[in-house]
């Protein structure tokens, strides 16, 4: 085999593996997977009761 051979083989390859990672990536079965990794950051945030609690914690802050 030459190396033009070989070359083309490992780019297609990589080709294909990147066409698998994109399908899995922007796939429909993996959506609320992501949604819910997306809202990680958020997750340690305190539930708020009432907006009369968010309103009394703001003026207690000014």
């Not at 066409?19 to 997977?33: H, N, P, Q, V």
């Not at 340690?44 to 000014?62: A, F, H, I, L, Y």
Request: charged share 25%; net charge negative.
């Amino acid at each position: 085999m030459e190396i033009g051979t070989i070359r083309g083989i490992g780019t297609a390859l990589v080709f294909v593996a990147f066409i698998g990672l994109l399908l899995w990536a922007f796939s429909s079965k993996r959506k609320s997977e992501f949604d819910d990794a997306a809202n990680l950051p958020f997750a340690d945030e305190p539930k708020k009761t009432s907006e009369r609690d968010e309103q009394s914690s703001r003026s207690n802050n000014q």
